[in-house]
């Protein structure tokens, strides 16, 4: 509840110019942000301007801004968003492959906080990657952007009923890959 209210607190600053509310928004959420990005596109790279351009639109639209609820879901459908919006353009122009998804490199300024995970970060997105993209993304929202399978349903227009069924498909996957169960066979 604190964190609802120190919410709508750094929102009202922001809607009324203040840069230091909007450096506090991004400082509270980009890492949670990019987490999800990352599990999205499985490119770190990709994930980090996913994220950057979030926070420009935030920033222009601060006039405009009508934010009700929770700013971290706000921000999370954001990025969610702003994938599938990428993903569709990318289709539109060319095949999309995952020929780099085990090229996976952290480039984060803090690399001593990485070194510990990298391993674990690489073979979870080389998993997450086999995921079907509508399986990797209820996954992500749900396990990184917490959230509930209705918004879910909701960003993807499709029936909760489908959403919880590409969740417990996707986390079985997942837990064949990582388990080493199976071995690169796609499907699901």
């Known amino acids: 509840m604190r964190s609802m209210m120190e919410d709508r607190l ?22 949670d942000l990019l987490k999800l990005a990352v599990a999205l596109v499985t490119d770190v790279n990709t994930a980090e301007d996913v994220v950057q ?10 006039a405009r801004i009508g ?13 969610a ?11 539109r122009h060319e095949a999309i492959g995952l020929d780099g ?11 001593e906080q990485w070194a510990i995970l990298n391993e674990q970060l690489r073979l979870l997105s080389g998993a997450l990657a086999q ?5 990797r993304e209820v996954v992500s929202l749900h396990t990184q952007g917490d959230l509930t399978f209705r918004e879910i349903a909701a960003i993807q227009k499709a029936p909760i009923n489908t959403v919880q069924g590409r969740y417990r498909y996707g986390m079985s996957k997942l837990r064949s890959l990582l388990n080493g169960e199976l071995d690169n066979e796609t499907g699901g």
Not at 53 to 62: G, K, R
Not at 67 to 79: A, E, H, N
Not at 81 to 91: F, S
Request: proline residues 4%; hydrophobic residues 35%; glycine residues 4%.
């Open 10 to 31: 750094l929102l009202w600053t922001f809607k009324r110019g203040s840069p230091d509310a909007l450096r506090r928004v991004y400082e509270k959420y980009k890492n």
């Open 53 to 62: 351009d979030v926070f420009v639109c935030f920033a222009q639209s601060a």
């Open 67 to 79: 934010i009700t609820g929770d700013l971290r879901k706000y921000l999370v459908t954001c990025v």
């Open 81 to 91: 968003n702003r994938i599938r919006n990428r993903r569709r353009d990318q289709q």
């Open 101 to 111: 998804a085990e090229s996976l490199v952290c480039g984060f300024r803090r690399p």
């Open 131 to 135: 995921l079907p993209y509508e399986q």
